[in-house]
């Protein structure tokens, strides 16, 4: 198992109690090699002091392949993202399964399932 420490913002504490928490497996594919970290908001730093964005709720396990495509996926046009979480969302509503849906976004079921929590989360 390699574990390289991806992300000088977050403890050595915090690293491992994530990895220890999501079974030291990429959440997307599995693999329990080159783990990193990910901030699911995009930020890995912390605005004055805060740790705010460090909570285990925004952070998750990936390997670096799978960070980078994350990383790549999350630069398309946010207008165009925002339409096609849109569109995941009214088919998760009409009961569409996690993986018809990623089959058809071509995302995993994980991605998914991550995205309708995300949008969930924001309409609270």
Known sequence: MNLKSA?????DAD???????DNY???????????????RDGKSYSK????SNNEDHNLITLCHQCH??????QKKPSQE??????NILKYYQKGMSYRAIGNMFHLSHTQVMNI???LKQ???
């Open 7 to 11: 992300n000088a913002t977050l403890s």
């Open 25 to 39: 497996q990429c959440r997307f594919c599995g693999s329990d090699k080159n783990l990193d970290i990910h901030h």
């Open 15 to 21: 690293r491992e109690r994530i990895l220890k928490r």
């Open 48 to 51: 004055k002091g805060s740790d």
């Open 122 to 124: 924001e309409a609270v």
């Open 68 to 73: 980078l495509k994350l990383h790549a996926q």
């Open 81 to 86: 993202v925002a339409k096609r979480n849109e």
């Open 116 to 118: 309708i929590h995300d």
